[in-house]
């Protein structure tokens, strides 16, 4: 089952930035990465992907630049800033917090839900 577009909904740059952290990367590789990742279930189509780098970019969470990839092809790759790692860093801290609280809210309450897991 792919995992539902409304709810990844605002976090394909966290999505992305958590790709990035570990160095370096053209758009393809990273695409690749998320797909492996999420088993499958997520697979950003190009226009998603080349949108949310250039709203990224614009946005300061990110640089691009020209390199040379495999067999001497051009390829833009990309680099989280700082500011990117902050946004990042505040991304996921929001996201652990709303997860616990939709836990809370569709098991019936804290007690609930400690007793589900």
Excluded: C, P
Excluded at 83 to 89: D, I, Q, V
Excluded at 109 to 115: H, L
């Amino acid at each position: 089952m792919a995992i539902s577009n409304d709810l990844l909904r605002g976090h394909t740059e966290t999505i992305i930035l958590a790709q990035l952290k570990n160095g370096d990367n053209y758009g393809y590789e990273i695409s690749k990465a998320i797909e492996t990742l999420s088993m499958g279930q997520l697979v950003l189509k190009d226009a998603t992907l080349y949108t949310a780098f250039r709203r990224m970019e614009q946005s300061g969470l990110i640089e691009s630049y020209w390199g040379d990839g495999d067999a001497g092809a051009r390829r833009r790759y990309y680099r989280i800033t700082d500011a990117g790692r902050n946004f990042y860093e505040n991304n996921k801290t929001n996201w652990f917090e709303t997860a616990e609280i939709l836990k809370n809210l569709i098991l019936g309450g804290k007690k609930n839900a400690d007793r589900t897991l």
